[in-house]
């Protein structure tokens, strides 16, 4: 009986998310036919996906630049925010002196960089990669000073008493107990890298999402923009699994111990 | 013959921010441990017996006085000792065995040998473990074990490399009374096996009396030893001897001692 029950309540915990997510679309497709909403201010699924099909060309090459783009930026941003992060994570004194200008540079509005890098780069990829790059930079960096700065002293005292070095300990400890902190960070910052990439696209660009949009938007296409939105979601949600994933596979301990990264 | 540790009218001060006076610690403090001896060091919380530790093992340089593990000025890191805490600290992505060798990763001379004599030095972590009621174990991770076995881990960690010194910091505290009551068999057997010196830093005068040869009671901070109380209980202790009216006399006396400095402070 109780075996039983406990398979139903495991088969609804795994299809819950996947019949949300139908219930959803359902619910926004009987909410445009009863009330009969102009598709033009928010068109139904059926005709979303009906855009989809005619333009499936269009969509898919812009989708690529999307995403080649944000992987670009987010991988540079990868790069150098683990090498800022331990830089920063390494002494306390250059924690210090970096926070106050790492908080005012991430209070910056992306959208306001981007003519900048418009004048400095030109209409195209340039800027939406250095927008993607800018804006999932930072979350990166900050878990991994933070990984780094929140070692357990007395470990560190352990260590230390032994005779071992600074390198020692951020080989040994620091850099392992930093890992969930990273992964936690890849996932949020995959999705900012989007949201970087797109603004840019709508900006300033021959391609991308963002561009498509903009495009379908000025011709009165609003299936195609949503469209293109629903594009942008496929792409964020599978790059998150990707790196959930990763994140589930490299840090096992982390999610059966104690210690909970910080995301 | 001088004692193996020598603690000498030292005086420390934690300076905090400039500008502010800073914490005066300990002052004018003494202690002398002889080889193998066991020793409690115990106090009113806040009476800087976590800061002694930190003394001898190198971590902080006294202000004044002077510090000497087996006959040498302590001028930096001491290789000879080993440190446990109350926290068990294991590192969470490590098993069990891999836990305990992490100081032959950094102590010399395991540190180069490591690698060759890999096996050799398994096995010895395996013996370790085994003589703490861990066998079999290693293969395991931290959090797969309570918090009484993590300890034992803990002091397998601690005396891998054959330190000549243990230094404790009230290893037990965080225990359910009968784990801690079984961590003390566990570290007596330890002790009487291996034959290092300890130090143990603890609030818990049961603990202190049933363990130790010399009993320090630290006055509240400024902390200094106000009075050393040796044990002459029979060795080997049973547990059984901590219901003896001689035990409690003593512990009675130490509690009196403690209310006292309290008192002054």
């Known amino acids: 009986m109780n075996g039983l029950r406990n398979r139903l309540i495991r088969t609804a915990d795994a299809t819950a998310p996947l019949l949300f997510t139908v219930a959803l679309f359902v619910i926004w497709e009987v909410v445009c036919r009863v009330f009969k909403v102009d598709p033009f201010i928010l068109p139904a699924p059926s005709r979303i996906v009906e855009a989809m099909i005619r333009y499936w060309q269009p969509l898919l090459r812009h989708s690529f630049v999307t995403l080649w783009t944000t992987m670009v930026g987010f991988g540079l941003a990868v790069v150098f925010g683990v090498a800022l992060g331990l830089v920063v994570g390494w002494s306390r004194t250059i924690y210090r002196s970096l926070y106050p200008v790492m908080i005012g540079f991430n209070t910056i509005p992306k959208v306001a960089v981007v003519p900048i890098l418009v004048i400095w780069f030109g209409i195209g990829e340039v800027p939406a990669i250095i927008t993607a790059f800018l804006i999932s930079f930072f979350p990166i960096v900050v878990n991994v000073a933070t990984g780094l700065a929140t070692m357990e002293p007395e470990l560190e005292d352990v260590l230390r008493a032994l005779g071992a070095r600074k390198l020692d300990i951020m080989l040994k400890v620091g850099i392992p107990r930093t890992l969930p902190y990273l992964y936690g960070s890849l996932k949020v910052a995959i999705t900012l890298a989007f949201v970087g990439t797109v603004v840019s696209e709508t900006i300033a660009a021959n391609a991308g999402l963002g561009y498509l949009m903009v495009q379908a938007g000025s011709n009165f296409q609003m299936s195609l923009v949503f469209a293109g939105l629903i594009a942008l979601a496929i792409e964020g949600i599978a790059m998150y699994a990707v790196f959930a994933y990763v994140e589930r596979k490299s840090t096992r301990w982390a999610f059966r111990s104690s210690m909970s990264a910080g995301a | ?265």
């Open chain 2, 1 to 265: 013959m001088t004692p193996f540790v020598n603690i000498y009218r030292v005086t420390l001060t934690y300076r905090g921010s400039p500008g502010s006076a800073g914490v005066l610690a300990l002052q004018d403090n003494s202690l002398q441990v002889e080889r193998g001896e066991f020793a409690a060091v115990v106090g009113p919380s806040g009476c800087g017996k976590s800061t002694l530790m930190k003394l001898v093992t190198g971590l902080v340089r006294p202000d004044a006085g002077r510090i000497a593990v087996d006959g040498k000025e302590v001028a930096g890191p001491v290789k000879i000792v080993g440190m446990a805490f109350q926290n068990p600290n294991m590192l969470p992505w490590r098993t069990v065995l891999d836990n305990v060798m992490l100081p032959l990763e950094i102590v010399q001379p395991h540190r180069s040998r490591l690698r060759k004599e890999k096996k050799a030095y398994r096995e010895k972590a395996e013996a370790l473990l085994a003589t703490v009621g861990l066998a079999g174990f290693g293969d395991r991770y931290p959090w797969q074990l309570s918090g009484g076995m993590q300890q034992r881990v803990s002091l397998c960690r601690a005396l891998i490399h054959e330190p000549e010194l243990l230094m404790l910091d009230e290893p037990f505290g965080a225990l359910d009374a009968f784990t801690r009551e079984e961590l003390w068999c566990v570290l007596r057997d330890l002790w009487h096996k291996l034959g290092f010196t300890v130090i143990l830093v603890t609030h818990d005068l049961r603990e202190a009396t049933f363990l130790a040869d010399t009993v320090h009671v630290m006055s509240a901070r400024p902390g200094r030893i106000v009075e050393s109380r040796r044990i002459d209980l029979p060795r080997p202790r049973d547990i059984a001897v901590t219901y003896e009216p001689a035990f409690t006399g003593i512990v009675h006396d130490l509690r009196g001692k403690i209310a006292e400095v309290r008192q002054q402070a």
